[in-house]
């Protein structure tokens, strides 16, 4: 029976990582990284075991179809659930003209101001909204809104910024812990922390939150909702002063 050929080790000259190639190698691709290389003295590991190889760097990956948190290469471009089989992308994406399907990133999701996008599935990293979006998008970081288009979208982040040139008006729930308005922004905002309207900022809507703060040349229009005691809590909801009056560079009561 013939034995199987020999195999020496090589070192992937750019992250490290030692894998085994036949001993007359003149180039290859790394198996970790991807990186192209040619094998030269540098590249020949001194003492290979097969089974030794460097620590692959991996970061957690949340799941949001189930909730499963798994472990992925920080080289990985992207990765499927291993719970639920749900294919999700680790890098940007951005829009420059209408798209409709789901979206399943964790970098960031641009719209540009001649895009949209449409869908009742949208999850990214972080967001920046120039043009129009309709559907549902959960952001694991901060959402900038920077367009001026009527969106029926209902936004759930950790923080939301309404940019300076913004004229955004949201149809549903804007659900954030934190929210900073520089822009104007008409709809119905829900937040478990503070809202900010800072100077120059418009903030026309129903707000749910434990505390408002005006600044001076800022303005808060419609219809205010205020329980200073309720704690950062993303399952409660309890809001109990009801307010009735614009505000104009003040500070609602916490």
Known sequence: MPHPPQKTPFRCPGCGYVQLEP???IST???SCGDY???GKLTRAKSPPAEQTLPVEKHPVLCHRCGTTHQVSTYARTTICPSCSTSIELGDMTLLTPVSRPVDIRGKLTIGPGGS???SWII???ALIEGSIMG???SEGEVHLATSQICACQITAPEVIIDKNAHASFTLPVETE???VRGHLTGIVHCRGIVHVRRGGCLEADVHARAVTVEKGGTLLGTCHVDGTQPADHNKQNFSDHS???LDGRLCPA
Do not use: D, K, W
Request: charged share 10%; hydrophobic share 35%; glycine share 4%.
């Open 29 to 31: 691709y790394c198996h």
């Open 37 to 39: 290389f040619e094998v």
């Open 124 to 126: 990214c990293g972080s």
């Open 244 to 246: 009735n009056r614009p």
């Open 178 to 180: 934190h929210l900073v």
């Open 117 to 119: 996008l449409s869908s």
């Open 23 to 25: 001993p007359h190698l």
């Open 136 to 138: 549902l998008l959960r």
